[in-house]
């Protein structure tokens, strides 16, 4: 059975910084394309950031110079540095597993990012 596990979630002040984690297991990590999605309260769910098998990497317009994606294929595991965080950055934050070949799609459960003084 696929899992996704997130970590590093939790309180900050505006400005601060967190990194979230997501450990993929039981799939070719190295294969997928790997997306942090975010769901703040009486919203949708949005893309916030995705990195290919190629390391390209795509950015929500409100995230970019502040938020960094990446993966470590050795240790599949895909991150997400956030600085200079917003009160409106407060949402559950949701790791996402897609296989462009063959398309499957897998999700974390997700972890709590709150932003406030």
């Known amino acids: 059975q696929v899992q996704l596990v997130e970590s590093g979630g939790g309180l900050v002040q505006p400005g601060g910084s967190l990194r979230l984690s997501c450990a993929a297991s039981?799939?070719?990590?190295?294969?997928?394309?790997m997306g942090w999605y975010r769901q703040a309260p009486g919203k949708q769910r949005e893309l916030v950031a995705t990195?290919?098998?190629?390391?390209?990497?795509n950015y929500v317009d409100s995230v970019k110079g502040r938020f960094t994606i990446s993966r470590d294929n050795a240790k599949n595991t895909v991150y997400l540095q956030m600085n200079s965080l917003k009160p409106e950055d407060t949402a559950v934050y949701y790791c996402?597993?897609?296989?462009?070949?063959?398309?499957?799609?897998?999700w974390g459960q997700g972890t709590q990012v709150t932003v406030s003084s």
């Open positions: 990195i290919t098998s190629g390391f390209a990497t």
């Open positions: 996402n597993a897609y296989r462009i070949r063959d398309p499957v799609s897998y």
């Open positions: 039981r799939i070719i990590f190295s294969i997928y394309t």
